[in-house]
């Protein structure tokens, strides 16, 4: 059987936990080879080990805030897979809702530099390293974005900001490397990740995976319509394959679909008017 991404190569930034590791499983089961890159080889290992295509999978430690590090992660996915088809810039952290109010000014600097050095640099040094390899084939960016990137409390100041960021990133990004390569975002809501704090805040060993293991059977439900949809990241990965895919969206640029539940169609008595049904 063939998949929607046979033959492409793809290289993916924190490709070794959470969506990002979700992602790479789904792309090789859609037949692409993929280099998953992140800061810790262990987990990357660990992933590759998982594979049941191993070849098709190649593990690169490197830190998104380094640019020579992602020239050298784009020369070495090249080198081992022959091209670049699609970037996925995807790693990141977040500030666990640390508010403004909640934060000295050391503590905000400290916060801003880290976070915005790996979710937005580190996106920026993604698209800058690959984009001379993505003209070549006429490939893609997708980039992880997030609720946080249109609406507020999904973060704090710093993470929403971060994430806003992002998304306009992807729409210059999308213009300035139109015709030849497309970039497009997908936006996720809540997903049970090893998602992680900024060392500034002590937060680096805190995973909101702990959050989702805390949550009591009885707790209620999130706000969103779909208050009962899947927080695998599992289920997030379809429109990163269709996005990836030049035949299934070959027309489509700068866009960002939002896979959160339907955070934008919300009520105002109750989150989904359905639940009657
Ligand atoms: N989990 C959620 O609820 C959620 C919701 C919306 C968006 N997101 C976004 O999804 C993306 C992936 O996060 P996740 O939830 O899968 O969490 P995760 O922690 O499982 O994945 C992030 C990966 O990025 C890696 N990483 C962090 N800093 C790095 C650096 N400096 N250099 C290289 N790799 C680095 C981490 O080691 C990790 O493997 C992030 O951009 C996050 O903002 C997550």
Same mark, same amino acid.
């Given at each position: 059987? =063939?998949? *929607? #991404?046979? !033959?492409? /190569? &793809?290289l993916i930034t924190? !490709? $070794? =936990? $959470?969506v990002g590791r979700a992602v790479a499983e789904r792309f090789?089961?859609?037949?692409a080879n993929v280099a998953i890159l992140g800061r810790d080889r262990d987990k990357l290992d660990e992933v590759v080990g998982a594979c049941p295509d191993q070849f098709r999978m190649l593990a690169i430690e490197a830190d998104v805030r380094d640019s020579d590090q992602m020239h050298a992660a784009v020369a070495e996915t090249v080198s081992h897979f022959g091209k670049l088809d699609t970037l996925v810039a995807?790693?990141?952290? *977040?500030?666990y809702q640390r508010q403004l109010t909640r934060l000295n000014g050391k503590e905000l600097s400290d916060t801003f530099d880290e #976070? %915005? =050095?790996?979710?937005? @640099? $580190? +996106? %920026? #040094?993604?698209?800058?390293?690959? *984009?001379?390899? #993505? /003209? @070549? &084939?006429?490939g893609s960016i997708v980039m992880t974005l997030s609720n946080a990137s249109f609406y507020v409390?999904?973060?704090?100041?710093? +993470? &929403?900001?971060s994430k806003h960021a992002c998304l306009g990133l992807m729409r210059e990004l999308a213009y300035e490397l139109a015709p030849k390569v497309r970039v497009n975002g997908v936006a996720c809501g809540g997903m049970n990740t090893d998602l992680r704090g900024p060392e500034s805040l002590s937060l680096h060993e805190r995973s909101l995976a702990a959050s989702f293991a805390k949550r009591s059977s009885d707790a209620p439900p999130p706000p969103i319509p779909l208050h009962d949809s899947s927080t695998d990241p599992r289920d997030f990965t379809g429109s990163y394959v269709l996005l990836a895919s030049r035949e299934q969206s070959g027309p489509i640029t700068g866009q960002a679909i939002s896979v959160d539940g339907g955070i934008g169609v919300r009520? %105002?008595? &109750?989150?989904?008017g359905g639940d009657h049904l």
């Open positions: 059987m =063939s998949g *929607w #991404l046979d !033959g492409y /190569v &793809t924190g !490709g $070794g =936990s $959470g090789v089961a859609e037949g995807n790693a990141g952290i *977040w500030d #976070l %915005f =050095s790996i979710n937005v @640099k $580190g +996106y %920026f #040094l993604a698209a800058e390293a690959a *984009w001379r390899e #993505l /003209v @070549k &084939t006429r409390n999904g973060g704090g100041p710093v +993470y &929403t900001a009520g %105002f008595a &109750t989150a989904a």
